[in-house]
Every structure is written in C-alpha cells, then in structure tokens.
C-alpha cells in the first residue's frame, strides 16, 4: 500500500504579530537530521525553533539504510521500537558479477548489542516518527510552511528572515543550525561552496510495490544481464517496498530516464512485471563537503556540510553522526558550562569523519564505475579473481558500510586495553543486568569504573558495570580493572588501568575545552 502522504499544520507563527524574543537556537530543515538535532538538544534542556519550508515528509524512500549506530541515537530520540517494528533487520549482503554470485557476507547480529547491525526503512517513515516525538516535545517549536529567506550574523547573534503564507517575519537566535540538505540554501546565503569532487555517473532509483519472497538482503551486480555493462543494488523495505538503484551512465537525460515508459521496461528485466512503481529519481555522484562546518554563529550538519555517494549507507547516518557530535558540545556552551571554542571540536572531528566518508564513498565510486584503462583492468580482473579466491573478496568493493568515525583524540590511554574501546571510538554496549550499558552513558560526562573504585573527590558522574563476559572482553581485555572517562556522546575520551583524581580532572578539563 503506497504510503498516506497527510500534511502536518501550518499555524501562523507569533513573529507575525509581533517581534520574538531571542531564541537559543533555530535550526533551519526539519528532515530526519533537522529533526534528530531538535530531540537532541531537547534532551539537554536547550529549547529550539525548527523550521521547514514543507508541511509533509520526504517524497520517495531516500535513505533506507541505518547503521546500528543511528539505531542506538534513534533509541535516545524514543523511535527506536518504531524503527525495528516497521523496518526490515538484515546482515547479509551478495555480491554478484553478471548473473553468478561470487561472494555473500553475514555482518551478524551480536548477541552482546541490543542493535542489530542495518535496518532497512524509508525516510518517509523515519520522518514520521521523529515528528511524533517532537510536537510532543515543549521545547520544540516545530513550524512548517516556514521557508528561510535570508541568514546574517553579527558578533554576538545570527538573524534569520523567515516568509510564511502569511507573511514575512525575523528572528534572532545565538545559533542557527543548518540542517537542510544538499542543496541547502542557508549555504548559498552565506555564498558557501562544496569542495571535492563530482562523478560524472548518474543513477536510477525507484521504489517498486510487489509481493515478492525475496530475503531482506542486500543485493549488488557487476554488469548483470539483465542491465548489461552496468551495476544494479536491491534492497527490502517496509511494506513490501523494494529499493532498485540502476547504473545509467552519464549520457543518460535525466528528465526521459523517470519516465514510467522508460522506467518499467528496465525493471521488469530485474523482478519481472508484477509490480507498481511507486517513486523514481535519478542521482549523479558527488563526493564533497565545505572546507568549514562552522561558520560563526552558523553550523552545518550532515548534507548541508557534506555529501557522498549512496553506497555504503553513509549519508543519513552520517548526518545523524554530526547531531550526536554537536548537540552536547553547543548545550554545554549555551548553558555557559564550556567556552565558545568547544564547538571548534565539532568541526574538528566531523571534517575527520566526512574525510573517512568522502575517501570510502570515492573508492566505491571508482570501483563500480571505473574509468577505461587501468582502473576497468583492475576491476575486471579483481571481479575474475574473486569468483575463486577468498582472499580476493575484500578488494570486491559494492560500498563499504556505514561505521561511527574513530575520531584522532589527543587523550590518555593504555594500550594493553582492548582496542575496540580505545579513545576516540563510540563506547561498544554490553548486557547488563537490566538493561544495556549505552543506556547508562550519554547524558552527562561520565566515569566507568570496572573492578575497582574511581577516585576520591571526582565532582562527575560515576557508573560501575556489572562484569561479564561482554565487558571483559570489550574493555578490560587481559587487565584485572581500568576506568573509562566517557563523553556525552558516548565517545571514549580516556583510559586508564589505574588514574588519580588529578589524571581525571585533566582529561575532563581538556574535553570541555575541546583539546
């Protein structure tokens, strides 16, 4: 059943009326990651204005494909049960050349995560949820129909000019989030440009209804007959919703390839024909980012800072990333708990990991659409290779997939601890006795103390894990104890096998410094 696409209210905002007082924050673009940030910053007490120039979700499925980390922040935000209920778990990808398959992989699911690794649900419906939670949410002031005209700043504040169906308005806020998208037009306001590159390659994708016994898999094809010369992927959704994404080439007219006529021909050589189509939409690769994501009083977050190809689920997720990063960094400066320069922190380390994107999603690109010469020599014979030699199915790449940045923190560590919670890593989850360990972590800065006591006269929350097989294997590795100084955002900020209150005190001054 093709979804009800309803429209959330338009109601005529006060700055109509009358001048608003200033606001905290104002984050322009209410898709999954504008929306993300609202919740995020809700959680920590800081109030915000959300606005959209649109009154219904997203067209079209868009990004289907969230990572265990989003799950985990979907389940901060209060969708997560919604998110694993409608969505559709998988851990297996195949890998195809032609019409043989040449390799499958199992990511599969650790009984020691409360997340699986991918769930597979249209925006439309991510959108939907998060909505829910934010008009339930009083500090949230979600306004549709609200279409920003203009964006300038001073020294001390950002101003935002804001046209309804009523009418023009203005408000004043001390920062302002741009969340909305890549072609995002607070970014042309501010007469920003991408830097990076853009492939010349575009592709198809549709939305497709059938009742279809097809696993909800992941499937990719090196020039498969049924689309020959050219690569295809296959997903499953929700609804009996499929995910069909069809190499075109560059040559390709955008406008004559989404015509149905054009359209149903190409698919019906994939599934057959007892389908509906339900959207379509051609792309062209792009693998770019601003130099900065901070720009006084205004930052970008997720693709309005940054782009990259869809394979290897990298978009959303790594919007949803920069909204992790972000929001305690700027609640802890508005609340006057940190300085101003702690916010430089987030384009640190968001740059780093739009970087890792950028370089993943550009290999994939190369890859699947190698240039003639060397590089098609290389793909062709790593696909040949790869039909019988195991060792040749890493080379094989289809996108790798999404995994949280390991952000180059300069802190404290000991390197006879595991490396899968070394500094800079989001804290991996482990059961505990009623619950799971990320649920004990993310609202303040926070020490684990593991098999023994943390030091005396620590003004900061301390937390002491059961032990288990889990937590030994993640974060103690062969050491009889250590203790773990962990950010709001989960990230490890330093370890130790044995610390005093002066080595903890360091690392927490130089977190909330952003050093």
Known sequence: MPYDYKPFPYVAPPGLSAPEPPHKVVIVGAGPIGLA??????????????????????MGSRAICWSKRSLELFDRFGIADKVLDKGMTWSVGRVCHGDDEIFSFDLAVDPGQRMPPFVNLQQYYVEEFLV???????????RFRNRVTGVDQTGEAAHVTVKTPDGQYGLTADYVIACDGARSTTRAMLDLDFEGEFFEERFLIADIEMEADFPPERWFWFEPTFHDGQSALLHRQADNIYRIDLQLGWDADPEEEKKPEKVIPRIEKVVGADFDLEWVSIYSFQCRRLREFVHGRVIFVGDSAHVVSPFGARGGNGGLQDVDNLGWKLAAVLDGRAPASLIDSY?????????????QSTRATRFMTPANGAERLFRDQVLALARKAPFARGWVNS??????????????????????SRPG???????????WLLNELGR????????????????????????????????????????????????????????????????VDALWEGR
């Not at 940030?37 to 915000?48: F, I, K, Y």
């Not at 829910?132 to 979600?142: C, G, S, T």
């Not at 890593?425 to 619950?435: E, R």
């Open 347 to 359: 384009n640190r380390e968001r740059v780093q990991a739009a970087d890792e994107n950028i370089l």
């Open 37 to 58: 940030m609202a919740l995020d910053l809700a959680n920590r007490g800081v109030p915000s204005v959300l606005l959209d120039d649109n009154d219904v979700v997203s």
């Open 132 to 142: 829910e939670r934010a008009l339930a949410q009083p500090l949230i002031d979600l």
């Open 444 to 507: 303040d800065v926070t020490l684990m103390a593991l098999n023994c006591a943390a030091p005396a006269g620590l003004d900061l929350p301390v937390i002491a894990p059961r032990i288990n097989d889990m937590i030994r294997a993640r974060y103690l590795g062969d050491a009889r104890q250590a203790l773990y100084l962990v950010r709001p955002d989960q990230v490890i900020a330093a370890r130790w096998v044995e610390a005093d209150a002066r080595q903890v005190r360091r690392a």
């Open 425 to 435: 890593t989001v804290a991996p989850d482990a059961p505990q006795q009623n619950g």
């Open 399 to 420: 996108g790798r997939l999404s995994t949280p940045c390991v952000y180059a923190l300069s802190a404290p560590d000991d390197l006879s601890l595991p490396e899968i």
